[in-house]
């Protein structure tokens, strides 16, 4: 009774860590926060409709907040653990609060990520009828041939940590806003 998007974000953070030469044995008890962008609850629907609803397991299995929790959990994680829904900006909502965490010491790392997977047809069918996605399937952004946006699926994972050394990038701003 487990929303793939858990099992998604569950791999890609274990692979982020690996890449990141973080050891998984050194992890538990680690003060490393977990911040995940999350905003379809498609797969809430599909129980409700099945044997799973019975599951004990249903609530945690389709709950966003038990998404990142889930995570720091079965990692043995003692940092920061939220899941942030801001639709279309729900990664980079992770991403800026885990590089204030980093700044303002409260975990000495963190994963990151970011998930969207659409499970059933019903809020893509609404945006098409009200004319917010493309006709023809492609994006065309700033450009006059755009007609829309295209919806996409994915799952990503970053190590973070408050180190420079050995590190793959670095993150050197970052900024929330909504107009």
């Known amino acids: 009774a487990m929303d793939p998007q858990q099992r998604f974000l569950l791999e890609r953070g274990y692979d982020a860590m690996q890449q990141a030469g973080m050891d998984h044995a050194t992890m538990p008890d680690s003060l490393t926060g977990v911040f995940v962008g999350i905003s379809l609850l498609d797969f ?3 129980v409700k409709e099945s044997s799973m609803a019975r599951s004990v397991y249903a609530a945690t299995g389709a709950s966003m907040s038990i998404a990142s929790g889930r995570i720091s959990f079965i990692l043995g994680l003692q940092g920061p ?37 659409m499970l059933v047809p019903s809020v893509g069918v609404t945006f ?3 004319g917010m996605t493309s006709a023809t399937g492609h994006s065309h952004t700033f450009d006059k041939a755009a007609d829309g946006y295209v919806r996409g699926e994915g799952c990503c994972t970053l190590a973070v940590t408050d180190d420079a050394g050995g590190s793959l990038g670095t993150i050197r701003g970052t900024a929330v806003k909504h107009n």
Do not use: P
Not at 86 to 112: F, K, Y
């Open 44 to 46: 809430a629907d599909i």
């Open 81 to 117: 653990c939220a899941s942030y829904d801001t639709a279309c900006s729900a990664a980079l909502t992770a991403s800026h609060a885990a590089a204030r965490a980093l700044q303002m010491s409260e975990c000495t790392g963190g994963l990151v990520s970011g998930v969207f997977m």
């Open 128 to 130: 098409a009828t009200a």
